[in-house]
């Protein structure tokens, strides 16, 4: 556990149209298929709830300020943060979740993410094909290039990057920290699932760090034998025949040269982890070597957290992870914690591994966070 102190939060949270005060989001822990419920969220962050799910926007509510270096500014469905070692920037409206496209820029060399963000969430699935009934438009496709030939479908929706449209969003800062808080009530379930499970998104950025840690949270509103949730971990890695990267890590598999990724295969052609299949890897990393310059990585801190995770060409690299993988019933979920971002080399992204072993979540506590 890593506890970091400051001066007592400041918190922003305009609008925060999320759960009621009685409302708690448990966490379940990925080790075996049922753990306990753990409460993640401080009363601060218990906020009213619009039950129709459409959330207003978010005009900007202070000028920049300070804590330090560490600094956060909101500017319309924009919020830019800075540290002593990254800027980023977190779209609240439009293309939604995690860190937005091209923002995450490393001080130290100017560079700066590759595809289409960064810890970019989409839906809750199950393992299995969808029953024959379920409407086409709620169907999974599989057997093709894209999705390969493993069978899934869906159980909460839509896709919250692209169709949730807008979140809503609490800013929190400390001494020398920023947190970001996002969360989304899923309105959409195929049959026989019920809709309004619900996630929510930690991102919190440093000074003397160049990466950042972030948390996913899921709860879901129906039981399942095995619920897990899509995300790109780090993210998605546009490219033109390997011109920007020189290589990719994935801990489960090793170095992987560029020129693997000059055509498209599907997931499950090559690169693929599957939990129980795979062997288990000690450290759960990936990421790719910027051309001339660092690694952009994602390590997600108990491996365990991972149900699945993809490598694949499809025009781009295509870097799905996959977690949870639980049994859970209603009220009950999952989380895991990541941290993401620029690394001189993988024995450094191992040591901030080892240093935060089996974090599966943030907590943030007066004025301290805490991965746990």
Known sequence: MVV??????????????????????????????????????????RCRRQSDNKFDSHPARHAATTSGMASVHVDGALIHVE??????????????????????????????????????????????????????????????????????????????????????????????WIAICQWYRW??????????????????????????????????A??????????????????QKGDNFEQVYLSYHGYIPSSEFAADFPPDGKFLYQRGKT????????GYKIKNGPWLAGLTLNPASVYEAWCHQRGYICFIEEIGGVKVKAGQGFSAAYAIGYFDDVPAMERVCDRQKGATRIELQGGHYKIL
Request: charged share 20%; aromatic share 8%; hydrophobic share 35%.
């Open 4 to 45: 970091v102190p400051s001066r007592p939060a400041k918190v922003s949270h305009p609008k925060a149209p999320r759960l009621a005060a009685n409302v708690r989001l448990p966490v379940m822990r990925p080790e075996g298929n049922e753990a306990n419920a753990v409460h993640l969220l401080p009363p601060t962050l």
């Open 83 to 176: 540290t002593d070692s990254l800027t980023a920037t977190v779209a609240t409206e439009g293309y939604v979740t995690g860190v937005k496209d091209g923002t995450l820029v490393d001080k130290k060399t100017g560079a700066h993410d590759l595809g289409y963000g960064l810890d970019i969430v989409d839906f809750l699935m199950e393992p299995g094909a969808s029953a024959e009934t379920t409407p086409k438009e709620l169907r999974y496709d599989f057997h093709n290039s894209y999705h390969g030939d493993i069978a899934k479908r869906y159980v909460a929706l839509p896709q919250i990057c692209t169709q949730a449209k807008k979140l809503s969003w609490s800013i929190f800062e400390g001494e020398q």
């Open 187 to 220: 309105d959409v379930a195929p049959p026989p699932h019920k809709p309004g499970s619900t996630w929510q998104q930690w991102l919190v950025f440093q000074d003397g760090l160049r990466h950042f840690f972030a948390c996913d949270t899921v709860v879901s």
């Open 222 to 239: 129906n039981d399942s034998d095995c619920l897990f949730m899509r995300l790109d971990m780090p993210g998605h890695l546009q490219h």
């Open 279 to 286: 062997p288990a890897p000690q450290r759960m990393i990936r």
